[in-house]
């Protein structure tokens, strides 16, 4: 039952990460693994200690390559490291996703990818989605959908994450704005978010280059300055570095935490 105290209290208690000094604070920066893949698969343990030497306090996952649940965080406590978020969908057991999520003493749970081609099957995918939620609340967790660019084109009249919002529940049901899709979606990050009411918890912070390309933080075009200035009263309490696709992972997530620690805003 500790382990559960401790995620409910992180999850409900934690300040907005964006307050009024105008940076983000060290220890809200994280980084998505699935970033690191290419490195993980050969070396996990030298993969994480090279993460900590960088500055990171916090990864988000998306794997734990063959280990357990239990033996992925004694690694990451080894190196000062702590999960506070993982990329898991709702199919499948849900119940051992979340089993693993206090192990690894995390806080949030996100599901990162959907795609239908009907209204109805958003809306089914939305009570999926809740009830996930639900069980996740129980927990002493917080449950989050990642967004990529085509929630946002309409599928029978209907945007897919106008749905996914009104078919779920603000106290099951987070979101983890990826801001390279927003705008590669063709929407304003701030106007989306301020539309939420309050709904967004986590950014992924990924960056665009000028002819659309995933991007290293700083390098490309988004003005994540603007973004997390205007979206200062937001709450948002994680800003996850991410590269879908980087030709050298290390430099990119050092270049990204190094991105966001210096940032003013």
Not at 53 to 64: F, N, P, R, S
Not at 72 to 90: C, K
Not at 114 to 119: I, Q
Not at 166 to 171: A, K, L, V
Request: proline share 3%.
């Amino acid at each position: 039952m500790a382990a559960l105290g401790l995620a409910a209290g992180q999850a409900t208690a934690a300040p907005a990460a964006a307050g009024p000094g105008g940076r983000v604070p060290r220890s809200a920066i994280s980084v998505q693994l699935y970033t690191l893949r290419s490195l993980l698969e050969q070396d996990v343990p030298g993969t994480l200690a090279e993460l900590a030497a960088i500055g990171y306090q916090k990864v988000e996952l998306a794997g734990t390559y063959g280990y357990t649940a239990a033996e992925f965080r004694a690694l990451l406590d080894r190196f000062g490291l702590r999960a506070t978020s993982s990329h898991n969908g709702v199919e499948g057991d849900f119940d051992q996703v979340v089993a693993d999520a206090l192990t690894l003493g995390q806080s949030y749970v996100a599901a990162p990818w959907a795609m239908f081609d009907t209204a109805e099957g958003w809306r089914s995918y939305a009570r999926q989605l809740d009830e996930a939620g639900a069980k996740a609340r129980r927990a002493g967790l917080r449950f989050g959908y990642h967004n990529h660019g085509h929630e946002f084109q309409l599928v029978d009249g209907e945007r897919p994450i106008d749905i996914i919002l009104d078919h779920t529940q603000r106290q099951n049901v987070h979101l983890e704005v990826d801001l390279y899709w927003v705008v590669d979606g063709g929407v304003d990050p701030v106007d989306f978010v301020h539309s939420t009411g309050g709904r967004v918890r986590q950014y992924h912070v990924k960056d665009r280059s000028a002819s659309g390309e995933w991007a290293d933080l700083g390098t490309g075009t988004i003005d994540f300055g603007r973004i997390f200035r205007e979206t200062r009263s937001a709450g948002v309490r994680e800003f996850v570095v991410e590269h879908d696709n980087p030709s050298d992972p290390l430099t990119t997530v050092r270049v990204g935490y190094e991105y966001l620690r210096d940032l003013r805003f």
